[in-house]
């Protein structure tokens, strides 16, 4: 791909004939005497003779208002007005001829007698075109009311009128006959210059499109009229407000197919629109047109797919562009994944362009690395990091949108070599320019396209070790790079735990779990976002399904869980009384000699607590399922200490997490009360339920309720944390008369503990 300037556009709109008329009011003169009406046809100067006849006999009588307010039927040169079965031939008579009686000519000799029918036919052509005469009228006073109205509110409830009239008119050919005319008067509105009609003028659109669904076989007529307007229009807001009537009218039309015979002539204009556009507005109407034809009409949007891409990606990679236009254009091309995947030729070749470009971006920076003179013709760092950054993102997005497809499962042209290839020579043109200059904006793109790559990919021996490296030089830049830049560098560390997982070496998650890593310090980010990514890093590191990987993690977030206790123990010395000895158990060598701030003491057993209770209560999880020790019961229980006297006074919120966690696990575990009973009475389980018993839990019932016991009985505890204590004891007792099969556990020492621990509560949670 040349390095043309992004987002150029080509030249060559169409240029279609008008063919409207501006609307005339015209105004009827009607005078009638004794003998005569005398009528002058509407700006025609011609008068016809209008002379009543006397009421056929045995007829219904008509009001004689229908004569006065029917217009006249133009019939093969002449005007008819039918009244019952009475025909009245109106001969023409030219300016200035009089009119006399004996011009009128009554032919009653058609009339059968007795049929009645007939008579009711002919009285119902004459009601029709009254109504029909009537539509017209309403629909001309809501044109006039319209056009000049003055205040804005009467106007805006008068259009809506109009709207409503289109949408509900029971003569089309009334709309038809006067097409030219709501044209005419809606592009006046359109072209208001007013600010204050915004919302008018954006209802006429609404109108516009509204009228082209309901005339759906003048919808050529309103499409090219609307074409010829657009670019004639000199005005972008105007313009904008002509692509609007457009989409309207393809969004109604949606899958009805309506509009499939002029289709090629709407893609055609709006393939013309988009090449010229130059606002970001514009830009975005024109394209959301283009994707509703793509979506009803895609055999006829496939022929334009690569022109509509290839400008679409010109905007992509126009890094003066606001982000928020990026991300949109992004989505838009995402959303063509169908065709994407049809032209599988055209978007690997679109890739390779790309990375070549990159490449050739990467090699100018290498000169300055290398401190070679710069040549006139190759560009400086301050040009070239900036469009090595769009490339990558605009790779990032070509991947995305061949979606799924983009996997060497599913066969070539994507194959394993293919997506090795390409993701190394990516991670080759970012770490050259990270050495020529720091650039978030190229690292932040540089890490979102590994991302993208290695979701397809399973990376081993070289590409591994040079991925995994990678992941862990990103995470060192965190510091230095905003919260954009954290949450691509987490989002992608969370992405090579779950690829690379069994083969993660332990030193990989040693690195990403030490006292030093920035990993733990995004965890006290102030954009909730980011601590949610450090979150899923860590439910991805404890989710490995390789046990000693596993258990490496595992350690490093005990022991720093070990580290917060030890440090608030610490803390408590001057308010008298020794603390006892930390627990030994779960200290880990890298945090031994490290002392946390209070704070950051309570938050890090928070948050470990959290991740922990997460991925503990997880199905199939190896940390629920208690392959590691401590258990995830056994650290709650008892390795936090949780009944220290101390800490549940001066840290109620860290006795209460970690209750809540315990509380939390059990209940996932019914609160281990049939695994009690599997030692103590097994005739009262058949095979079947005590084959699935664990014996690694077969004494946490018991525990558990010596501990709940023990806590109720307690004078210092939170009230938040006493009560969740009752709560939990409710539920315990609850499931324990649920059924007579649980009736050996009322004997358990520990049940007495805990009814004991519960009267004792009493007073306090009265």
């Known amino acids: 791909m040349s390095r043309k300037a992004p987002g150029s556009r080509l030249s060559g709109a169409h240029k279609l004939r008008p063919h409207w008329n501006d609307w005339q ?89 007795g049929n009645r029918a007939l008579a009711s036919k002919e009285m119902r052509k004459l009601q029709d075109r009254g109504m029909a005469h009537s539509e017209e009228s309403r629909l001309a006073n809501l044109l006039r009311r319209v056009s000049r109205e003055d205040d804005r509110d009467r106007r805006l409830a008068t259009l809506k009128q109009l709207k409503e009239f289109i949408s509900h008119s029971e003569s089309k050919v009334t709309l038809v006959k006067q097409l030219d005319t709501i044209l005419s008067t809606l592009n006046d509105i359109l072209n208001e210059s007013s600010k204050l009609l915004w919302e008018l003028r954006q209802e006429a659109a609404s109108c516009l499109g509204l009228l082209c669904t309901v005339l759906s076989y003048e919808a050529e007529r309103i499409f090219k009229w609307l074409f010829l307007k657009f670019n004639s229009s000199s005005r972008d807001e105007v313009k904008l407000l002509y692509l609007v009537g457009s989409q309207h009218a393809l969004e109604a039309a949606g899958e009805r197919k309506a509009f499939s015979h002029i289709m090629q002539l709407v893609m055609s204009n709006l393939q013309s629109i988009l090449e010229n556009v130059d606002t970001p507005e514009l830009l975005c109407h024109s394209v959301k047109c283009i994707l509703q034809v793509a979506r009803c009409y895609p055999h006829v949007f496939s022929t334009n797919f690569r022109d509509t891409v290839d400008i679409l990606v010109g905007w992509h990679i126009d890094h003066t562009q606001k982000q928020s236009l990026t991300q949109q254009v992004s989505g838009w091309l995402q959303s063509l994944e169908q065709f994407w995947v049809a032209d599988l030729t055209f978007s690997t070749t679109l890739l390779g362009q790309f990375l070549e470009d990159m490449e050739a971006y990467a090699e100018d920076l290498s000169h300055v690395v290398s401190g070679e003179v710069l040549d006139e013709d190759i560009p400086p760092p301050s040009v070239s990091l900036p469009k090595l950054a769009a490339l990558l993102r605009v790779f990032s997005t070509v991947v ?367």
């Open 400 to 766: 995305r949108s061949i979606g799924e497809r983009f996997s060497p499962v599913r066969g070539p042209p994507i194959t394993e070599v293919y997506v090795t290839d390409v993701l190394n020579r990516v991670l080759s043109c970012v770490t050259t320019a990270k050495q020529v200059q720091f650039s978030e904006a190229v690292l932040t793109a540089g890490n979102e396209c590994v991302g993208v790559l290695l979701a397809s990919v399973e990376p081993c021996g070289q590409l591994m070790e040079a991925v995994l490296a990678y992941g862990l030089d990103q995470l060192d830049c965190c510091q230095a790079c905003g919260s954009d830049y954290s949450l691509a560098v987490l989002s992608l560390l969370t992405l090579i735990v779950d690829q690379v997982n069994t083969k993660l070496p332990v030193s990989f998650v040693e690195k990403l779990l030490a006292p030093n890593s920035q990993l733990l310090k995004l965890r006290l980010h102030s954009e909730k976002e980011v601590m949610s990514a450090v979150h899923g890093v860590y439910q991805a590191l404890l989710s490995i399904k390789n046990i000693p990987t596993l258990e490496a993690a595992y350690k490093m977030v005990l022991g720093e869980m070990a580290c917060a206790l030890s440090s608030l123990k610490e803390s408590l010395k001057p308010s008298g009384g020794t603390p006892s000895s930390p627990c030994s158990s779960i200290q880990h060598p890298a945090f031994a000699s490290l002392i946390l701030p209070v704070e950051n003491a309570q938050f890090t057993l928070i948050f470990n607590l959290s991740t922990l209770t997460t991925i503990g209560n997880t199905k199939n999880s190896l940390i629920g399922m208690w392959a590691l020790s401590p258990t995830i019961f056994t650290l709650l229980s008892h390795n936090l200490m949780l009944v220290h006297a101390e800490l549940a006074v001066h840290y109620p919120a860290i006795q209460y997490a970690v209750l809540y966690s315990l509380y939390s696990h059990c209940t996932r575990h019914d609160h281990f009360i049939s695994s009690s009973l599997s030692s103590s009475s097994p005739s009262l389980f058949d095979g079947a339920v005590i084959s699935t018993v664990t014996t690694a839990t077969k004494k946490h019932f018991s525990t558990l309720l010596s501990l709940l016991g023990h806590l109720l009985s307690k004078e210092h505890v939170y009230p938040d944390a006493r009560k969740l204590l009752l709560t939990w004891a409710q539920e315990i007792s609850l499931l324990m008369m649920k059924s007579d099969t649980y009736s050996p556990l009322f004997s358990l020492p520990s049940f007495n503990k805990f009814c004991r621990g519960q009267w004792v509560c009493w007073p306090w949670s009265a």
């Open 25 to 113: 009011s015209r105004a009827d003169t009607l005078s009638s005497s004794q003998d005569e009406v005398k009528s002058r046809e509407r700006g025609s100067g011609l008068l016809y003779d209008n002379t009543l006849p006397s009421r056929c006999p045995e007829q219904p009588e008509v009001h004689s208002d229908a004569y006065a307010v029917a217009d006249a039927h133009q019939v093969e040169g002449e005007y008819e007005v039918e009244q019952g079965v009475c025909k009245i031939t109106l001969g023409w008579k030219s300016l200035g001829e009089e009119l006399r009686p004996n011009d009128v000519t009554t032919d009653l000799t058609s009339l059968q007698h």
